[in-house]
Nanobody, 122 residues
Framework: QVQLVESGGGLVQAGGSLRLSCAAS????????MGWFRQAPGKEREFVAR????????FYADSVKGRFTISRDNAKNTLYLQMNSLKPEDTAIYYC???????????????WGQGTQVTVSS
């Protein structure tokens, strides 16, 4: 069982930056792939980014490519999402996720955090 707790959300103006963090705890059964999803008001949850255990492979949704950077520090059991050049359409609740499967983590990951709100004003 893995527990995920996000932090770092808030209100920022368009063009600004935020860095989200996700602290992971609990018993590890595998080298977890981790990632981020988001859900905007009235919309379905969507995949944002994922990173492998080693950090050697990352993958992003087209909507955030070039603006967001995912990273992790396994020594601190922490996942990050650096978000630059934020747009009003990035406004959403952002969720940290984890799964043993690289394929599944981008669609139906097993473990979810409670989410952190990001609001981008125009």
């Amino acid at each position: 069982q893995v527990q995920l707790v996000e932090s770092g959300g808030g209100l920022v103006q368009a063009g600004g930056s935020l860095r989200l963090s996700c602290a992971a705890s609990g018993r590890s059964f595998c080298r977890y792939v981790m990632g981020w999803f988001r859900q905007a008001p009235g919309k379905e949850r969507e995949f944002v980014a994922r990173i492998t255990w080693s950090g050697g492979s990352t993958f992003y949704a087209d909507s955030v490519k070039g603006r967001f950077t995912i990273s992790r520090d396994n020594a601190k059991n922490t996942l990050y999402l650096q978000m630059n050049s934020l747009k009003p359409e990035d406004t959403a609740i952002y969720y940290c996720v984890a799964d043993c499967s690289l394929a599944v983590v981008t669609t139906t990951p097993n473990y979810w955090g409670q989410g952190t709100q990001v609001t981008v004003s125009s």
